[in-house]
């Protein structure tokens, strides 16, 4: 054995090693993540928390409900936009593409989906809060649903360019038109991959924090209707972080850990479905 | 030939289609002008705000023009506003950040798709993968909480063995560059594993093999065969994660120290431009201030809009997939 | 199934029902952020169909916002000055009155090991650490105001403020009236050019940010220090007299005042003269329009002043160590409600 093949040797096991160690690495960097959030949010975590609404500055107690259901609001209204434009855009690069227009249309969403979020927001200031005169549930929803809409449209695009021509040609084959085709046996085809790309979609503008300081504003009361500022999770979470308050902190630890669940959740909940569901490959 | 049977099977779960369906008298052609209204929609919400940002940032880049890139001088009170310290913190910290996240996402990638076997490999990438869900809030949250205090009991050491280096002098107060950087290494090494794992695993066997028929060790194949090959899409792997950490914004506010200055240290305090325009927006008084600050997001618009489109277009031609 | 998605959305869709509720929106001022919080709490819990939601983004987010007309009314302790009160005029066709609501005071905190008690602060001292000239906790400076304290001699890490701030205005006016180098070299407003520092948001990311950093320096709001159990010094004020922040010398600082108090209320106190006043004392100031479209808004407004300026109200901003507002002002600013349309 030359010496040269010795060197090479060592090299092999010593590198190799390494990429493990970089992996391993990576992965506790995730598990230590979610355990010291788990740890730290779950033991700060009460009932009040989900039931009560936030107390005057500089006292304790207290918790985050109206932050909870702002929340869900501007999910609501962020899915209103973001689904349906997201996914007929995706039905249309599928289907009906492959001129000029797909590939401005593809070069587009790709450009959108790489607009820093604080960007989206200074839009959605300019446009809606600035004519409108106030802050609103609303236009927070506006800015996280044109958020949703690039990784909507891709995901609906690629889970139906997934789907067999062969489906396709044999609902044709018997008759169907083209539009009937794609309703009746491309979508439901591919729908669960559609429907998982929507709720990863969701779960990611969920913990969305840059647009909503400048669109929903912050609440310390419920917030009626649509039209008013409202409180959220992830703003919440920021502006009792920064604060020196104890009791703020700990608010912004049980916040962050049901927010984390809540897109962790999802995340799991919808990669097993795709993956069990084995014929849509990842 | 398909029998009713199995296209009734997917068409199983159509009833909401059929009632869709009904509303589509037009059939095809009604199908085709709603799908296109949407795409193009896209196109033009995009389109609007470019719009946006370009007129409502007229009087800055009319009262700067070009000098706006290269000014220090932050100052609201004397009217005087430049880009220069945000962009430097911007790239800073996205630099550090890739720094970091290069060699141990590239390697985790390696491992990932040529020594892991396949169920591990998949398991592990699941993991790593949720980590890129974590909200940015999240990040922040962990990165005041956890990491200033660890960053606060190692500095001594690190200034012990870099000290002499003008980019570890001076004072650390917790909130610095290279706590935003480290931070940021965190949030992109998971699109840095995730897409260089899946082109290392494009690179056809028959590459490997031949290196390996030659005598060449696992790492001298994967190294100096397989890795070059896939070198357009780990690169572009690279950029898109560039163009995450350049627009980030609530992870970086929390940690990065607030200070419009440009400092040699990474002990010291910045800014970036997406934390700056965060903090300061709702509060700028004087439409010069608030058009310099949109001016500021078209800036970062425009270092994203080229790094992503370098990006996607190094991916694309490795994996020539349509979409990755 | 379809009957629980029913319900659901009629649900959400009552939720956007909205009651014969008054909702106002205001925006502004950290400074009194804890007095205003607790107060528009109480006035909820004795109007349940009012609802003021205050949002403490800093003076500068105040002023910016009741300027838009996003907001209903804003919040500073730095008052308006003449292009912002003409910038009002120009965009919403009226004018904008400021009432003020309690005095407070902009004190000294720091965090250096070793020193609980109170350290005394010389105009020269402050003013040469945010100018960057005083770096370290043992200069002379410092020392020589207070003899007898072992300070270090490690660096000062001076705190200051990333946003627009009223309690920066206070602050740099006092220092651009005691010091002709920062009146040129930094001069006054919400935002300024800091010359060091570390910048944190809002009076609350200012205290959090000294709490977490040995041997810093900071200004923040009396309450902020006191809540947050911090240590704050004792400022010379224009007679010669080391003077520690309280209710009492906010309201010393006051009554200089009274006898020139303008019409429209905005005056500064720093630096008044008088041997018991604190040097950074401060009005703080709610920012109406003078002509409010929405009439039940307007109602609501025009009440919440006057119960503000009632004395429970006061007493609460007491008990949180704000200054309550000197009789003289109080009649006053009942008087200027009027102008209120």
């Known amino acids: ?282 | 030939m398909p029998t009713s049977t199995s296209i009734a099977e997917y068409a199983r779960p159509s009833e909401r289609a059929r009632s869709f369906l009904s509303r589509l008298r037009g059939g095809d052609a009604a199908a085709h002008l709603i799908t296109f209204l949407a795409a193009a929609s896209i196109v033009f919400v995009t389109g609007w705000i470019v719009f946006e940002l370009y007129t409502n940032s007229v009087l800055s880049r009319r009262e700067f023009g070009w000098s706006f890139l290269t000014t220090q001088v932050w100052d609201p009170v004397a009217g005087q506003f430049g880009a220069l310290p945000f962009i430097y913190g911007t790239l800073v910290t996205s630099g550090l950040a890739l720094l970091q996240a290069i060699p141990l996402g590239v390697g985790a990638a390696i491992f990932l798709s040529e020594l892991a076997p396949s169920r591990v490999s998949d398991a592990l990438t699941f993991l790593i993968e949720l980590l890129a869900a974590v909200p940015s809030v999240i990040y922040g949250l962990l990165g005041v909480f956890v990491l200033i205090p660890f960053l606060k009991t190692i500095e001594p050491a690190i200034r012990r063995v870099l000290g002499f280096l003008p980019y570890f002098q001076g004072p650390f107060y917790g909130v610095s560059v290279l706590t935003a950087g480290f931070v940021l290494a965190i949030m992109v090494i998971p699109f840095i594993i995730s897409i260089s794992r899946e082109v290392l695993l494009a690179v056809p066997a028959d590459q490997r093999e031949a290196a390996m028929a030659l005598g060449a060790t696992k790492w001298e194949a994967t190294w100096d065969i397989v890795v070059p090959f896939a070198r357009k899409g780990i690169i572009g792997s690279i950029f898109l994660a560039l163009a995450r950490s350049l627009g980030e914004t609530m992870a970086v506010t929390m940690v990065i120290g607030n200070d419009p200055k440009i400092h040699a240290s990474l002990f010291a305090p910045g800014y970036s431009i997406a934390s700056v325009i965060a903090n300061e927006f709702t509060e700028a008084t004087g439409d010069l201030y608030v058009h310099a600050l949109i001016e500021l997001g078209l800036v970062l618009f425009a270092l994203t809009f080229v790094i992503n489109g370098l990006a996607r277009l190094l991916i694309l031609s490795t994996t020539r997939k349509g979409s990755s | 199934m379809k009957k629980l998605v029913c319900l659901i959305f009629s649900a959400t869709l009552l939720a956007g029902v909205v009651s014969a509720q008054v909702l106002i929106n205001g925006a502004g001022a950290t400074f009194p952020y804890p007095v205003y919080s607790k107060w528009f709490n109480q006035y909820h819990q004795k109007f349940s169909n009012i609802q003021i939601n205050y949002q403490s983004q800093g003076s500068g987010a105040g002023i910016r916002q009741v300027t838009e007309g996003t907001v209903d009314f804003g919040a500073s302790d730095g008052p308006m000055n003449e292009d912002q009160l003409k910038q009002f005029q120009a965009k919403r066709g009226s004018q904008i009155l400021h009432f003020p609501t309690v005095m407070g005071a902009d004190v000294i905190a720091y965090n250096v090991a070793g020193v609980s008690k109170e350290l005394n602060f010389t105009p020269e001292a402050i003013a040469g650490i945010f100018l960057g000239k005083i770096t370290k906790w043992s200069d002379p400076e410092l020392a020589k105001a207070n003899p007898g304290v072992k300070l270090p001699g490690s660096d000062i890490v001076v705190v200051h403020r990333s946003d627009g701030s009223g309690t920066t205005y206070v602050f740099v006016d006092y220092l651009s009236k005691v010091s002709k180098e920062w009146e040129t070299k930094v001069g006054r407003g919400t935002s300024v050019n800091w010359p060091v520092g570390l910048g944190g948001k809002g009076n609350e990311g200012v205290a959090g940010q000294i709490k977490q950093t040995p041997n810093s320096i900071g200004y923040i709001e009396l309450i902020y220090a006191i809540q947050n159990k911090m240590a704050y010094g004792n400022v010379r004020n224009a007679a010669g007299k080391f003077v520690k922040p309280s209710t009492a010398s906010v309201s010393a600082a006051a009554t200089g005042s009274l006898k020139e108090m303008p019409e429209d209320f905005r005056v500064s106190i720093t630096n008044a003269p008088g041997k018991d006043c604190y040097p950074i004392s401060s009005f703080t100031w709610l920012l109406i329009p003078a002509r409010i479209q929405d009439q039940a808004k307007k109602k609501a407004l025009v009440d919440f002043l006057r119960w503000m300026l009632d004395n429970d109200a006061q007493a609460t901003a007491e008990a949180l160590d704000y200054a309550r507002l000197p009789k003289a002002v109080v009649a006053k600013e009942i008087k200027a409600i009027s102008k209120i349309q």
């Not at chain 1, 609501?76 to 590939?103: C, H, K, M, R």
């Not at chain 1, 790489?114 to 005169?133: D, L």
């Not at chain 1, 929803?141 to 449209?153: C, F, N, Q, S």
């Open chain 1, 1 to 282: 054995m030359t010496a040269r093949l010795v060197y090479r040797k060592a090299t092999n096991i010593v590198m190799l090693t390494l990429t493990g160690v970089c992996t391993l690495l990576a992965v506790s960097v995730l598990f230590f993540i979610l355990g010291y959030l788990l740890w730290h949010g779950g033991k700060s975590l009460t009932w009040d928390f989900f039931t009560k609404l936030p107390v005057p500055v500089g006292e304790t107690g207290g918790g985050m409900a109206n932050a909870i259901v702002g929340s869900a609001k501007l999910l609501l209204i962020a899915s209103l936009i973001g689904v349906p434009v997201g996914f007929l855009g995706g039905v249309y690069l599928a289907e009906f593409g492959g001129s000029t227009f797909s590939y401005i249309v593809r070069y587009t969403t790709d450009l959108l989906n790489g607009v820093p979020s604080i960007v989206i927001g200074i839009f959605a200031y300019t446009v809606i809060i600035v004519r409108q005169h106030h802050f609103s549930t609303f236009a927070g929803g506006i800015a996280l649903g044109v958020m949703m809409i690039p990784i909507a449209v891709r995901s609906t695009e690629e889970f139906l360019k997934a789907v067999p021509n062969s489906l396709r040609e044999g609902a044709v084959a018997l008759g169907a038109s083209r539009s009937k085709a794609i309703v009746t046996v491309v979508i439901p085809a591919a729908i669960h991959g559609i429907l998982t790309g929507i709720m990863l979609d969701l779960a990611r503008v969920a913990g969305e924090t840059a647009p909503l300081i400048f669109t929903a504003f912050g609440n310390q009361f419920w917030s009626p209707g649509w039209n008013q500022p409202t409180s959220s999770l992830p703003v919440m979470i920021y502006t009792y972080a920064i604060s020196p308050y104890d009791d703020w902190h700990r608010q912004a630890w049980s916040a962050g850990f049901v927010l984390l669940t809540l897109v962790l959740l999802v995340n799991v909940f919808s990669r097993l479905i795709l993956a069990r569901k084995g014929h849509i490959a990842r």
